[in-house]
């Protein structure tokens, strides 16, 4: 069995996997993460899945098959990571009420037979009406930092979120249901 290399310094999506794959190997990608106005939320995450897919393929010592992932928030604009609180606040105080999309893009890359593949996932998400409180309070925990839209569905984020439609696990950092399906279908490998 081939390794599989996870190019991500995230502690979710390390935790996700792990599951999967006991022997998993962890490279933090040197990349910036960029994006271009003019691209779609769809091609951006891609994009940027592929950058540190193609990183971890130039500079990891470990061969294998390579795991990079990028999500981002989307409602009107791309939102990725928040700079500092206030910029949390202003995007929880945009996502409030509202439904917005989450993108996942995936890269996938068999350092050893250079195979690639690169997708996307998307998944609708539902805000409750945030009072100021609520989103104060919530900042408080300092769970925003790190995550794309200032929020993580799967810690007190789920407070702020009314409902979901398409894959949980996407709305976390990575869609297991499609990295899976990838994997399947393009390289004779799957998680389970």
Do not use: W
């Amino acid at each position: 069995m081939k390794n599989i290399i996870l190019a991500s310094k995230s502690p979710r999506r390390i935790e996700m996997l792990k599951r999967y794959c006991k022997e998993l190997i962890i490279y933090s990608p040197n990349t910036e993460e960029c994006v271009d106005e003019n691209d779609s939320p769809q091609i951006t995450v891609m994009k940027i899945a592929f950058e540190k897919g193609l990183n971890a393929y130039k500079n990891c010592t470990d061969k294998g098959i390579i795991i990079a992932a990028d999500t981002v928030v989307y409602l009107d604009k791309i939102m990725g990571k928040p700079e500092n609180e206030y910029d949390a606040y202003s995007m929880l105080k945009s996502l409030s009420g509202k439904i917005h999309k989450v993108y996942t893009g995936i890269c996938i890359l068999d350092s050893v037979n250079l195979i690639k593949a690169v997708d996307y996932e998307e998944t609708s998400v539902e805000f409750n009406e945030l009072s100021v409180d609520l989103i104060k309070s919530y900042l408080e925990t300092g769970e925003y930092a790190d995550k794309a839209g200032g929020y993580g569905i799967q810690g007190y984020g789920e407070l702020l979120v009314k409902g979901i439609n398409g894959c949980y696990n996407n709305v976390k950092g990575l869609p297991l249901t499609k990295l899976n399906d990838l994997l399947t279908k393009h390289f004779s490998h799957k998680l389970l």
